[in-house]
């Protein structure tokens, strides 16, 4: 009897050994396992959110340039029509080229579907000498408000040569849907 002491503790303390790994070391196990796999998915997140940051924080260096840029882009691309306007910056290229005809004909502005704006479709004829038209082209192509042309064509102007007749067809734009 006195050698089945030591077995039968040894076999009480195999047994509480066995019921604390089940009902306290297992349990806490698995906490642990959930804990790692939601430390692992912050980890991710943190990535996710640092390049997220990193993204905004260029964002906030090139702000200053993207204002710049759209507010040179509202000046170009007026919020109304303004056909008077238009006219009186096109007769004033045309002025100030010395150009000895200047005519333009500008057509409905109508919307351009996706985009909030409307473009308004202008033929405008010009004659006078080669520099003079030159100059004009340049004082287009500069203006204060964007313009694109779809078609030059160039002939001989009333008088014979060198007197230049110069057609285009533009386009201009507003932010105004409504214009047309």
């Given at each position: 009897m006195t050698n089945r002491g030591p077995i039968i503790a040894a076999v009480v303390f195999l047994l509480l050994a066995v019921l604390a790994f089940f009902f306290v070391l297992r349990p806490k196990m698995k906490e642990v396992d959930v804990a790692e796999q939601e430390l692992e998915q912050a980890q991710g997140e943190e990535q996710i959110l640092r390049a997220e940051l990193s993204r905004l924080q260029q964002v906030e260096r090139e702000a200053p340039r993207i204002r710049r840029e759209l507010a040179r882009l509202r000046k170009e691309i007026p919020p109304v029509a303004?056909?008077?306007?238009?006219?009186?910056?096109?007769?004033?290229?045309?002025?100030?080229?010395?150009?000895?005809?200047?005519?333009?004909?500008?057509?409905d502005p109508t919307a351009l579907g996706a985009v909030p704006a409307a473009e308004i479709p202008a033929q405008i004829q010009v004659a006078g000498s080669f520099f003079q038209i030159d100059e004009f082209l340049f004082r287009v192509?500069?203006?204060?408000?964007?313009?694109e042309v779809l078609s030059v064509s160039v002939g001989e102007g009333e008088g014979g040569f060198p007197s230049l007749t110069l057609n285009l067809e533009a386009r201009f734009y507003t932010t105004d849907v409504d214009a047309g």
């Open positions: 303004d056909l008077p306007g238009l006219i009186n910056i096109l007769q004033s290229a045309a002025d100030r080229s010395g150009v000895e005809f200047f005519s333009i004909s500008p057509g192509e500069h203006l204060r408000r964007a313009a």
